[in-house]
């Protein structure tokens, strides 16, 4: 196993059944390169300072799947926007911010993720994100 997929698993699995999902996670974002994908998100997190942020955008990342069970594939600039928020954002805290998170990523029809890809790609304005994350869930 590579020094860079090592270190992310060991910061992103909170237990041995998280490996698989992270294998899956690397795989579907790695676009045959998972390595390089570990690294940036790695690096993503290291531009935080909530140790948990990178953690838990991992955890509802790896469980986003469609009907048939495959992860969806956000962009890099809608991971990286998920991180960044849920590290910096001040108006919800942070149990509030993983709710929002799992919220924008509980539907998988197309116009959702396309919805869902936007949101998180614009996270500089994510404090702003209950009010996207309501009518986001009343799209559905």
């Known amino acids: 196993m590579d020094a860079v997929r090592d270190e992310f698993f060991r910061r992103y699995a909170t237990s041995p ?4 999902r992270l294998e899956r996670l690397l795989a579907a974002f790695g676009a045959g390169q998972p ?5 940036t998100f790695i ?6 300072s909530d140790a948990e942020a990178a953690r838990i955008v991992t955890e509802l990342l790896a469980v986003f799947v469609d009907e048939k069970g495959a ?21 919800l805290p942070s149990a509030e911010r993983a709710r929002a998170l799992r ?12 919805q869902t890809t936007r949101i998180l ?3 500089a304005a ?8 309501a009518d986001h869930s009343g799209a559905r």
């Open 35 to 39: 390595d390089v994908f570990a690294a």
């Open 121 to 123: 790609e614009t996270a």
């Open 126 to 133: 994510m404090d702003d994100a209950a009010a996207l994350v």
């Open 103 to 114: 919220t924008l990523l509980s539907s998988t029809t197309p116009d959702a993720v396309r």
């Open 17 to 20: 059944i998280h490996v698989p």
């Open 71 to 91: 992860l969806v594939r956000l962009s890099d600039d809608a991971v990286r926007g998920a991180v960044r928020w849920m590290a910096g954002s001040t108006a």
């Open 43 to 48: 690096g993503w997190d290291r531009e935080c």
